[in-house]
């Protein structure tokens, strides 16, 4: 029972120091989440889809209003008369001629209108507007792309620092174990009481670097919750960045990019030339409208109509634009090329680096691996007071530098991973 009762404290133990890690795929989620400008992305694109009803109302739904207008045009010195209004005025007053006004208008109508066999207008407005919502869309993918990308790199710097503060911390305890050992030689006359001193010195030069290290882990901590848009959290340990390589794409997403905006050329091609279209309305009207106040309740009655506009010249405005947008397709297309020799050199020299610090790396562990095996042999000799502390503390000092060097090559392969990632889409 006493066995079981251990390795369950144990498994207790080591699972709650595990769930305290934060996971790089935490941050990542939480900012997608909360990121203010992919949440108004999204509603810029629910926006878009509603225009899609908009342009079918405005286009091919009937449309009806109401007009009201009450209009006097009085004549001056009319028979007498200072101001008189009237369909019959002497050739001597004045006023507008009576067959522009005849003296007045009395209109309250309800008004319909509707646009015929116009559903090329409208596919092309719709077109128009699928290719700016597809162009929000890739937006806010380039915008969670480029999230995932900082996050990555700071969850990288964040997690060097909390290796370079476990490092120091073992270190640090090795010196305290040696100083008690080197406090004995020196009761002993062994060693020197400099040598205490020197090595205290060194000790106490190794927790102020803690320190700092502590504070710039904070830091770089408190900047993940920011970019996450989370509100900071005591985080106790970050967990291993788990980077994996991608996989090329079928498409790329720079090809996707200069695809919507070829097509959004098109499309604003289309639109503009539906002005050029003919275009049929049925128009009807019903109410009262009367140019004299006598009789005016018998002046109710309704009128329809159809109504057609040919578009003949308005000065090559057509071709020009035509023209345009042809500049505009080449331009992209020259784009589209470079695009594709810069991610092609790219993706070859990160993977040139990647493997030139692999190679690195192998080197610099074989020598990790001689300074530990002299390490242990200069902590032995140091007990039996046989090397000098100055000695000593050189060889800690050269293999912190190797373990510092393995360090930044681990977190520069990181971050060259995390950049191949970020280009290879």
């Known amino acids: 029972m006493r066995y079981l009762a251990f390795w369950l404290l144990l498994f207790t133990v080591t699972f709650s120091l595990k769930a305290q890690e934060v996971e790089l795929k935490y941050f990542i989620s939480q900012a997608k989440e909360n990121l203010p400008v992919l949440r108004e992305n999204y509603n810029l694109q629910r926006i878009g889809e509603i225009q899609n009803d908009i342009i079918i109302a405005q286009n091919k739904a009937f449309q009806v209003n109401a007009t009201s207008e009450v209009q006097f045009a009085p004549y001056f010195n009319n028979n007498g008369r200072i101001i008189d209004v009237t369909t019959t005025p002497s050739p001597r007053a004045y006023g507008y001629d ?54 990555t790199d700071a969850f990288i710097i964040a997690y060097q620092l909390q290796l370079q503060k476990d490092f120091t911390i073992e270190i640090l305890k090795d010196l305290e174990n040696r100083l008690k050992v080197v406090e004995l030689l020196v009761k002993r006359a062994v060693l020197m009481e400099s040598d205490y001193l020197l090595l205290q010195l060194d000790i106490d030069s190794k927790r102020l670097e803690l320190q700092q290290i502590r504070n710039n882990l904070k830091t770089a901590i408190n900047q993940l919750y920011s970019l996450s848009g989370l509100p900071l959290t005591e985080t106790d340990s970050l967990s291993l960045p788990e980077l994996m390589t991608t996989n090329a794409p079928i498409t790329n997403f720079y090809q996707r990019r200069f695809e919507n905006d070829s097509l959004q050329v098109v499309a604003d091609q289309k639109v503009f030339e539906n002005q050029y279209k003919p275009q049929l309305s049925l128009y ?8 004299e106040l006598s009789n005016i309740d018998k002046r109710v009655g309704l009128s329809a109509g159809l109504r057609l506009t040919v578009p003949i010249y308005n000065g090559k405005k057509r071709k020009y634009n035509a023209e345009q947008n042809e500049i505009k397709k080449e331009n992209l297309e020259f784009y589209k090329e470079n695009a594709a020799v810069q991610l092609e050199n790219n993706l070859k020299s990160i993977e040139a680096q990647l493997t030139s610090l692999e190679e ?20 032995g000799k140091l007990v039996q007071g046989q090397v000098s502390i100055v000695d000593y503390l050189n060889v800690i000092q050269n293999y912190k530098l190797n373990v510092q060097t393995k360090l930044q090559m681990q977190t520069n392969h990181w971050l060259l991973q995390s950049q191949y990632n970020f280009i290879n889409w």
């Open 284 to 291: 009807g009207n019903t109410g009262l409208n009367a140019v």
């Open 360 to 379: 690195n790396m192998q080197v610099i562990e074989k020598q990790l691996q001689k300074q530990q095996n002299v390490l242990e042999i200069y902590k």
């Open 98 to 151: 009576v067959g522009i006004t005849n003296g007045g208008l009395y209109s309250a109508q309800l008004n319909v209108t509707k646009n015929l066999f116009n559903q090329k207008m409208v596919d092309n407005l719709l077109f128009q507007n699928k290719v700016q919502n597809n162009t929000l869309s890739l937006t806010a993918e380039e915008i969670e792309h480029n999230l995932v990308k900082n996050i």
